[in-house]
């Protein structure tokens, strides 16, 4: 085989899986977590939609929400990032007005929201919907008479996010299972894993890490790069402590044109799936 065939074949191959891992990277994975409470007595479903950067799931969102569907949660969650710093927001909107049509919901912002001109002008069109939008405040849900409340706090928002907290705390009701939306899931750990004397909140979901972005199966687990972490991050994707608190950390659901830059290899968007139950605490 000549040097020049070779050449061709080689870059042939390199090109297939580029395209390959490109188109893969386009494709939705639901992600299931169980956790286990004491305050919980009948299950409970949650799904998480973090980090969507106004990114399409077919014809008016109807991939997305048809996803959102076959899961029939009890409480859908927005997480940081729903918008990009540049760029529309019509297909975050339409996806959180589909939501609020059949689910209870709550919204807490990111970076990129609170980073754009049009922010508050966001801000009023999530209100308009129906959706509260958290920061340093909570909302109370009733499902099937489990007492449940949302808190969030958000970036640089009016408020700081100690300031944020120390709000969710003067609010907070131990008797309720205490869910905590919080964006930056490195910055949670140094909000939370303190010596103060404060009730731990059963469980943090967090984003802005986009699974790492670049991941290989059982050697980057967590992923190359995170924003924030830098180089070889530790909190990107799964399960973790965050003092005495629980911490889901999604992927989130940026496709590869929202990160052209820095595009997701092996780590696909995640719709995250969470069912509390009754048991331990964990």
Request: charged share 25%; net charge negative; with cysteine.
């Amino acid at each position: 085989m000549s040097s020049k065939k070779r050449r061709r074949i080689i870059a042939g191959a390199v090109s297939a899986l580029v395209i390959f891992l490109y188109i893969w990277g386009f494709r939705l994975e639901k992600v299931n977590y169980n956790i286990t409470s004491n305050k919980i007595n009948d299950d409970v479903k949650i799904v998480f939609v973090s980090d969507l950067h106004d990114c399409v799931y077919g014809k008016n969102q109807s991939g997305l929400m048809e996803e959102i569907e076959i899961e029939n949660p009890d409480i859908v969650l927005f997480g940081g990032d729903v918008i990009d710093s540049a760029g529309g927001s019509d297909d975050a909107l339409e996806i959180m007005r589909l939501v609020k049509e059949k689910y209870p919901c709550a919204y807490s912002a990111g970076n990129h929201e609170v980073v754009r001109d049009d922010c508050e002008e966001f801000f009023e069109d999530v209100s308009e919907i129906g959706i509260p939008i958290l920061y340093g405040q909570f909302c109370e849900m009733n499902v099937k008479g489990q007492k449940i409340r949302v808190y969030g706090i958000i970036d640089s928002y009016e408020k700081d996010k100690h300031e944020q907290l120390d709000e969710c705390y003067d609010n907070f009701d131990d008797s309720y299972y205490n869910i905590l939306l919080a964006h930056q899931p490195e910055q949670c750990v140094d909000l939370l894993d303190t010596d103060e004397d404060v009730p731990p909140f059963d469980l943090v979901l967090s984003g802005h890490a986009h699974g790492g972005q670049w991941r290989l199966p059982y050697i980057l687990e967590q992923g190359l790069y995170a924003p924030d972490q830098g180089i070889f991050p530790e909190r990107t994707t799964g399960v973790f402590e965050c003092g005495s608190s629980v911490q889901i950390v999604s992927r989130g659901l940026a496709r590869p044109l929202r990160m052209i830059f820095i595009p997701r290899i092996f780590n696909r968007p995640e719709l995250s799936v969470i069912t509390l139950s009754k048991g331990e605490n964990k």
